[in-house]
């Protein structure tokens, strides 16, 4: 039996998608609580947003003054497609380089109210979706933006790192 494409998963419709660097998302994971289910694909993580947060992003970078910066930061929503990742260990797949759940959907309920989303007016508390336990999206976004600029500064070539005796120490 050959294999065949891999199976893409429609978004925008139960969910969309956060994509980011794969070490700035995994450095987002080690700083926030519970997000909703996330899946490594290739050389990025993809965190499940709620419906409709795609559209959201761009404003929410503007609005917290992330806004103009490469940050490789990406969304896909309504018509856009992921691939699927594997369900939980399933044999073999990690050595195909195939897309991998990190934390998949809970079997047998529902996950959309789990998923990060904006906040709903007067709701305080930090809680996206319906109570998940999820960050809300604004949190979620500026913790990813602040992870990818960190992940883009690592990498950068570190030249003149150490300037010894190219520059006089001034003191007054």
């Given at each position: ?95 195909q380089?195939?897309?991998?759940w ?19 007016l ?51």
């Amino acid at each position: 039996m050959e294999a065949g494409p891999p199976v893409r998963l429609l978004t925008g419709l139960r969910f969309d998608v956060l994509e980011l660097p794969a070490d700035a998302g995994a450095a987002l994971l080690r700083r926030i609580g519970p997000t909703g289910p996330v899946a490594l694909l290739g050389g990025r993580m993809a965190l499940l947003v709620a419906a409709g947060s795609a559209d959201e992003l761009p404003g929410l970078l503007d609005w917290l003054e992330w806004g103009g910066i490469a940050l490789g930061l990406t969304a896909v929503g309504a018509g856009g497609r992921i691939t699927a990742p594997a369900p939980p260990r399933w044999p073999g797949v990690a050595a195909q380089g195939a897309a991998t759940w990190l934390r998949p959907p809970g079997p047998g309920r529902e996950t959309e109210p789990t998923l990060p989303s904006l906040a709903p007016l007067g709701r305080s508390g930090g809680s996206g979706g319906s109570g998940g336990g999820a960050p809300d999206l604004v949190r979620l976004v500026d913790a990813a933006a602040t992870e990818c600029h960190r992940a883009r500064l690592l990498r950068m070539p570190r030249r003149n790192a150490l300037r010894t005796n190219t520059q006089p120490l001034a003191f007054s």
